[in-house]
């Protein structure tokens, strides 16, 4: 499913780029372009951030890799 349309960035793709470091809508949209558009999916992405930074329960949960 689309995060932003404008950019075509998938809810996976934002999902990957705050693992490996976005920590802001800003940070986001400077590493894939979601949220630079229309700015309609502004709030998504900070919903996205707080569900799935790695300090989240979500992620804690998440198997680690050997």
Do not use: F
């Not at 793709?13 to 470091?21: C, K, S, W, Y």
């Not at 894939?32 to 804690?60: F, H, M």
Request: overall charge negative.
């Amino acid at each position: 499913m689309y995060a932003c349309i404008c950019a075509a960035v998938t809810t996976s793709q934002v999902e990957a780029t705050i693992l490996a470091g976005a920590r802001t809508v800003s940070d986001i949209g400077e590493r894939c372009y979601a949220g630079t558009g229309c700015g309609g999916c502004v709030n998504r992405l900070q919903e996205l951030i707080e569900e799935t930074e790695p300090s989240s329960d979500r992620v804690k949960e998440l198997p680690r890799s050997a």
